[in-house]
């Protein structure tokens, strides 16, 4: 099980606009560390899309968006895109535990 | 641009040590923290650890006892050791770079290597 909480899975028709949201506690996103996100296909190296909370690297597109409150945090996908398909993962850092964490990861399905 | 690929043997016995390396081209090895990551099929991403260019570690408590990090500059790698691996160990094994800790991120990540125990 993993520290911090994604839905398994998310989906959207090209055009439209996705979230996936991230949750945590107050040892980790609450507590005031930085949350990333990744995008993965299998088989291929997973790529950094989001770090520090809301910052895209070079390259990424700025249909790609993020943003983090309280214990949670969100990335937003619009205008949906069929090379979007992918599943996504948050990560953070827990005091606590003194480790990296990540969610579970979401697959999304563009339909 | 930095390129990361892992390689070693894909299947290890139970109770041996499970021995992975990362080669890195396209930077030098030096200033940045080499970390590795596994992903045991359809379960989530589990950070094991880090070395930093000068040898220094940092590992995942849980993993602690059985893991060892390490680094060569002369080569432009770095390596994870396991010990004592059970079908728990089963997973994909992930090297990537981060330029600080904690709460830093990674990037680039290698493909990923799938290592299988068997009983």
């Known amino acids: 099980q993993s520290v911090l909480t994604q839905p398994p899975s998310v989906s959207g028709a090209p055009g439209q606009r996705v979230t996936v949201s991230c949750t945590g506690t107050?040892?980790?996103?609450?507590?005031?560390?930085?949350v990333h996100w990744y995008q993965h296909l299998p088989g291929t190296a997973p790529k950094l899309l989001i770090y520090?909370?809301?910052n895209r690297p070079s390259g990424v597109p700025d249909r790609f968006s993020a943003s983090k409150s309280g214990t949670s945090a969100s990335l937003a996908i619009t205008w949906l895109q069929a090379e979007d398909e992918a599943d996504y993962y948050c990560?953070?850092?827990?005091?606590?535990?003194?480790?990296?964490?990540f969610g579970g990861g979401t697959k999304l399905t563009v339909l | 641009q930095v390129q990361l690929l892992e390689s070693g043997p894909g299947l290890v016995k139970a109770s041996e040590t499970l021995s992975l390396t990362c080669i890195v081209s396209?930077?030098?090895?030096?200033?940045?923290?080499w970390t590795w990551i596994r992903q045991p099929p359809g379960m989530g991403l589990q950070w094991i650890g880090y070395?930093?260019?000068?040898?220094?570690?940092n590992y995942n408590p849980s993993l602690k006892s059985r893991v060892t990090i390490s680094v060569d500059t002369s080569k432009n790698q770095f390596s994870l050791k396991l010990s004592s691996v059970t079908a728990a160990d089963t997973a994909f094994y992930y090297c990537?770079?981060?330029?600080?800790?904690?709460?830093?991120?990674?990037?680039?990540w290698g493909q990923g290597t799938l290592v299988t125990v068997s009983s």
């Open positions: 070395v930093y260019y000068n040898g220094r570690t």
């Open positions: 990537a770079r981060s330029i600080a800790v904690a709460d830093h991120w990674f990037d680039p």
């Open positions: 396209g930077d030098a090895i030096s200033s940045y923290y």
């Open positions: 107050s040892s980790n996103i609450g507590a005031g560390y930085d």
């Open positions: 520090a909370n809301t």
């Open positions: 990560q953070s850092y827990d005091r606590s535990l003194s480790v990296s964490v």
